[in-house]
């Protein structure tokens, strides 16, 4: 059984780059993620053809890109200051809350 409370390095509206597989180097913001599966998508990454039946709401149907899910552990948070893929850590801030911060400048990650 999983507990609920598991914390990831990737959150919604993060800076990532891919670090593995055949998007290996496109930065993205994440879309999405599904902490069952550990997986996460990011915009721009992992393009996927979708084939759509015509309906109602779209009559002429065709052929759609889109993004698929990556395994979260190919994927690294931006640091904001400098621009690179960084390490994340987890350490108290002013107010005494646990915040992420770039184990790589040392600076404090906001999300979005």
Wanted: charge should be positive; hydrophobic fraction near 30%.
């Amino acid at each position: 059984m999983m507990s609920k409370n598991i914390k990831y390095h990737v959150r919604k509206g993060d800076t990532v780059k891919v670090i593995a597989g055949n998007d290996k180097g496109i930065t993205g913001k994440v879309l999405e993620v599904n902490t069952t599966k550990y997986r996460a998508i990011v915009e721009g990454a992992n393009m996927v053809t979708k084939h759509q039946k015509p309906s109602a709401t779209n009559p002429e149907g065709g052929i759609k890109q889109t993004e698929a899910a990556i395994h979260i552990s190919n994927l690294m948070v931006v640091d904001p200051s400098s621009g690179d893929a960084t390490r994340i850590g987890r350490k108290e801030n002013s107010d005494g809350k646990l915040q992420r911060f770039s184990k790589k400048s040392g600076e404090f990650i906001t999300n979005g």
